[in-house]
């Protein structure tokens, strides 16, 4: 099953170094997700989007700014990120509202 | 606020037996959603069920089985004849309908079954 994709599959980047995250579905929906998934931890819900348009921004440092150019294509750019938000960044993607989100593989960013 | 809690953090047991995770949730809705996903060491959170709040009903699919009781707001899962392939982390999750459209997901913190021969 390759219906949400996710490049790189792994990144590691310096504190000054500015890098992008990837996402995109090949499932037909029109809301795209993007989870934080830290060491012992739950699963973190950063940012919502819905037929582009974002829904919800979980709180999330400015450092982690998204992009949703079209219903497919969800992306995470990365800048001057800190040592802590090393982790596993899922990308997830669901029809309508209390449908079932399907995730991708993730990317797992160390930040030195 | 919306929680799920997954009281146990590990389990281990012998392939062949049977064993079953449990997930206890909170909410306010009377219209929601839950969820069970299993993450095998490669990072993908794979699906398994979803369950409305108006089905009670269990389910059963293969060696996979579910029981819903809204009674005491458990979502349990249970694995019969256990293998060395379902060894993986298994999440329950919450989902509430949003009027600004997509699903905002709880998660509990898992539990990391190991199957062991």
């Known amino acids: 099953e390759t219906g949400v994709t996710q490049t790189p599959r792994h990144l590691v980047m310096g504190m000054t170094n500015k890098k992008s995250l990837k996402c995109e579905q090949h499932?037909?929906?029109?809301?795209m997700y993007w989870y934080k998934q830290s060491a012992k931890k739950p699963l973190e819900l950063m940012f919502v989007y819905n037929f582009k348009e974002q829904t919800e921004n979980n709180s999330v440092p400015s450092r982690f700014s998204p992009e949703c150019p079209n219903s497919s294509h969800l992306f995470l750019h990365l800048h001057t990120l800190q040592p802590e938000d090393s982790a596993l960044y899922l990308c997830?993607?669901?029809?309508?509202?209390?449908?079932?989100?399907?995730f991708g593989p993730g990317t797992r960013l160390l930040v030195l | 606020a919306q929680k799920v809690t997954q009281a146990q953090t590990e389990i281990s047991v012998v392939e062949k037996e049977d064993v079953t995770l449990d997930c206890v949730y909170e909410?306010?809705?009377?219209?929601?959603?839950l969820f069970w996903y299993k993450q095998p060491p490669s990072g993908e959170l794979v699906f398994l069920i979803r369950r409305n709040s108006f089905d009670e009903q269990n389910e059963i699919s293969g060696r996979y089985s579910w029981n819903f009781q809204k009674s005491t707001s458990s979502f349990n899962f249970t694995i019969t004849a256990s293998q060395v392939v379902d060894s993986a982390v298994y999440f329950c999750a919450l989902s509430e309908a949003r009027t600004g459209g997509g699903n905002k997901l709880t998660f509990g913190t898992g539990t990391q079954l190991k199957v062991e021969l």
């Open positions: 499932l037909g929906h029109n809301a």
């Open positions: 909410t306010r809705d009377t219209t929601y959603y």
């Open positions: 997830a993607s669901s029809q309508e509202r209390g449908e079932t989100q399907y």
